[in-house]
């Protein structure tokens, strides 16, 4: 029986072979040793936020959601930015917690891969501030220019980069 703590890994963009995803998937390999990832992609398949619907019973997609973000220790989000903000879809999904207390005091590591990034990152680490995760200034970073450090199959060139996410590893590892 694997002892290790479970995180659920949820990649902000929705297409399918994105540097978001590809990062998730190299977190998911590095971070074995310590902790497994599962990696949640299905942000197209929710249904738009809607307070009428955010009941006792709301839609099947989220209840599924919330079950899986209820079952882990912590939580990764790592999304592009699009117009200077986080997706959409992703903003979509988190409304979702916001009648909810899954997110409150749950581990969680906010990375942010785009060109650029900077407000994006901002706004992502309101929200989740916001929904009450927990977080640190080691399990936040921003990827300025990923496509520049990593190939298209998810190799990562930068020596630094791949430091930096190792200690965000480890250092999620100790919330956890």
Same mark, same amino acid.
């Given at each position: ?77 790592? $999304?592009? @930015?699009?117009?200077? %903000? ?7 999904? &988190?409304?979702?917690?916001?009648? #909810?207390? !899954? ?49 298209? $199959?998810? @190799?990562?060139?930068? %020596? ?7 200690? &965000?590893?480890?250092?999620?590892? #100790?919330? !956890?």
């Amino acid at each position: 029986m694997d002892n290790h703590p479970k995180v659920l890994a949820i990649c902000g963009s929705t297409r399918v072979q994105s540097a978001n995803l590809l990062l998730l998937q190299y977190l998911q390999k590095t971070a074995a040793p310590y902790f497994n990832i599962t990696i949640y992609t299905h942000l197209d398949q929710l249904p738009h936020f809607n307070p009428d619907l955010d009941s006792d019973s709301p839609p099947a997609e989220i209840r599924e959601l919330r079950r899986l973000v209820e079952e882990v220790d912590g939580i990764i989000i790592c $999304t592009p @930015e699009y117009v200077f %903000s986080i997706p959409g879809s992703l903003k979509n999904a &988190l409304e979702w917690f916001v009648s #909810t207390t !899954l997110l409150s005091d749950k581990p969680t590591a906010l990375i942010t891969a785009s060109s650029s990034g900077d407000v994006a990152h901002k706004e992502l680490k309101l929200i989740m501030d916001t929904l009450g995760a927990r977080s640190n200034e080691d399990t936040v970073v921003l990827i300025k220019s990923i496509k520049s450090k990593m190939s298209a $199959t998810g @190799e990562i060139s930068s %020596s630094e980069l791949r430091e930096r996410l190792l200690q &965000l590893i480890l250092s999620l590892n #100790t919330l !956890l």
